[in-house]
């Protein structure tokens, strides 16, 4: 069990797919943006989800579909969720739980209607943040389940866990260096401080 929920984006490859279901994640999300670099095509997602179990699937989408082709794909039953980016303004009820973007620097919580779990992003690594946005995080968390995703350190994740009152975090997956071949140094030392 790990100290906070963890949603894995950008998975296109069985080796993260395995690696983050075996450490733990709860959710492994698959980018669903045709033409982008890392797009995993329908059947690559159910080829890779018959080989893992335990953490549910969602569907991600930049926000530049259509709702007609996104509706489409979820009748596969291929995602328990759907994950938009911060320029979704779908107005669709897509009857699965949704995650959204929503940028730290331009954030309303009022936007937060229709969205089970808002994503809170920057560029800007953890130890950059200001006070000023600590403290924005903080009372975004107190209104509703946030993920956070922003660039950090393993050395910075006890402190954001113990500061910081997220649901989860989001964390990435990549390319490997061959197949079936990838290092995982940095994230075994992430999950390390997950492990409850």
């Given at each position: ?34 033409g ?64 959204k ?23 800007k ?24 995703d ?7 994740l ?19 260096e ?19």
């Amino acid at each position: 069990m790990l100290k906070t929920k963890v949603k894995i984006s950008k998975v296109n490859n069985l080796t993260d797919a395995r690696y983050f279901a075996a450490m733990g994640a709860d959710y492994l999300g698959f980018c669903c943006n045709t033409g982008t670099e890392m797009y995993c095509a329908p059947a690559r997602i159910k080829e890779i989800t018959e080989w893992v179990a335990g953490p549910e699937f969602v569907l991600e989408f930049d926000g530049w579909q259509q709702e007609a082709d996104i509706l489409e794909l979820l009748t596969t039953d291929l995602g328990q969720a759907v994950h938009f980016g911060a320029f979704a303004t779908y107005t669709s009820p897509f009857g699965l739980p949704v995650f959204k973007d929503f940028i730290l620097e331009n954030i309303d919580e009022s936007d937060f209607d229709g969205v089970d779990f808002p994503v809170i992003r920057s560029e800007k690594n953890y130890s950059q943040l200001t006070d000023r946005e600590v403290a924005k995080i903080k009372a975004l968390a107190a209104q509703k389940k946030v993920f956070l995703d922003i660039p950090f350190e393993a050395k910075h994740l006890a402190e954001i866990l113990e500061n910081l009152d997220i649901c989860g975090l989001i964390l990435r997956g990549g390319e490997e260096e061959k197949t079936g071949i990838k290092s995982f140094e940095e994230l075994d030392s992430i999950f390390e401080i997950l492990q409850d």
